[in-house]
């Protein structure tokens, strides 16, 4: 292969991968130290990472990177020494106003992830009641290029790396007569990074939005007495509920969701009645004792009472079969009430 294609190989290689610099891989020494090499706008450097802190992440406020940016062989303590716990503005580099680090474990690895600007994110909790107090919160967001950031205050301006983020979870606890906590989390690989935060401007963003339930049938077996139903808590932001407890001293792991199973089709008959809990990393499996009531053409419904996000949320959701297809003049297929 000639010189030119491997050149426009790489460089196809490096848009597709949105301008980062590779990953690249660090020898421990010792029990507190990393050593390896580190790409800087397509050149690379020895580089050394210090555990000072003895935490064994190397990303805290006491740990400590050097660059042998002038290649002598040698970390200068001045020079070429910078604090990881933060960005980095790289002496003698102004191809990028500042540097993210992020490190990889099992094996360690590294690469520098170029911020051309800053902007600010101030996040909302458009649900909560006006009495709730916030006790914790814990959102974290993940950008294009790789760059993760945890916001732990609402209604505030967080200065943040400019750039294209998406929530990959987040996590509440609060007060509104009762004592919660809630998490959701993000299993939707292709979920769109949609928050764009523009350099020197500040990004309004709701965490959560309304919260919708999904349920579909596991298996075509609902004419054989049981119903093994899978119910999902889905936030407007993409996120899916995996926690939820509640209590009135405070939250309580013993927190449990009434589910009922109704037929539709003219008589709103409750078929059967289970409780879900969060055991299972999201809202467990229903399994619905059915006694061959329910027919492929028959209309039911799945319909939960859940205490969180301030008050008495009514959910209910037409259960989705697969070998049942509604009429194209048919509702939708999500049909919340609240």
């Known amino acids: 292969m000639s010189r030119l ?3 426009l190989l790489a460089a196809v290689v490096a848009a597709a991968a949105g301008g980062s610099e590779p990953f690249l891989p660090l020898r421990p020494e010792g029990n507190a130290e990393l050593r390896g090499r580190v790409s800087i706008e397509g050149d690379e450097f020895a580089l050394q990472l210090v555990d000072r802190d003895g935490d064994g992440d190397y990303l805290g406020n006491a740990d400590r990177l050097s660059i042998d940016l002038d290649r002598d062989g040698r970390f200068h303590p001045l020079r070429e020494r910078y604090a990881s ?3 980095l ?5 102004d191809a990028a106003d500042r540097y993210e680090i992020r490190l990889l474990e099992n ?31 814990n959102a974290t967001f993940v950008s294009k290029s790789g760059i993760h950031r945890e916001i732990q205050s609402v209604d505030e301006a967080v200065v943040i790396p400019a750039g294209s983020y998406r929530l990959q979870s987040v996590f509440i606890e609060a007060n509104d007569g009762r004592h ?34 999904d349920a579909q049938i ?33 939250p309580s792991d013993e927190s449990r969701l009434a589910a009922s199973l109704v037929n539709t089709s003219g008589s709103d008959k409750v078929i059967d009645r289970r409780s ?32 969180p996000l301030g008050g008495v949320i009514r959910h209910q959701v037409a259960v989705k079969r697969p070998a049942y297809q509604p009429p194209a003049n048919d509702k939708p297929f999500l049909n919340i009430e609240q």
């Not at 093994?228 to 405070?250: A, K, N």
Request: charged fraction near 20%; hydrophobic fraction near 45%; glycine fraction near 8%.
């Open 89 to 93: 503005r790289l002496r003698e580099v």
């Open 218 to 250: 596991a298996a075509r077996d609902y004419l054989g007495g049981k119903l093994l139903v899978l119910p999902q808590f889905i936030s407007e932001t993409g996120l899916t509920l995996v926690r939820c407890e509640v209590g009135d001293l405070e």
């Open 107 to 137: 094996p360690w690895r590294i690469r520098l992830i170029p911020i051309r600007g800053m902007g600010a994110i101030r996040v909302r909790l458009d649900q909560l009641q006006p009495n709730a107090v916030i006790s914790k919160l």
């Open 276 to 307: 879900s809990g969060f055991a299972c990393g999201s809202l467990c499996p229903l399994v619905f004792k059915t006694d061959g009531l329910i027919e492929p053409q028959m209309q039911i419904r799945l319909m939960f009472d859940i205490g």
């Open 180 to 213: 919660w906590s809630i998490e959701f989390k993000n299993f939707n690989a292709k979920l769109a990074y949609s928050i764009n935060v523009a350099k020197d401007q500040t990004t309004s963003c709701a965490l959560l939005g309304a919260l919708h339930l």
């Open 5 to 7: 294609m491997v050149c």
């Open 85 to 87: 716990g933060r960005p």
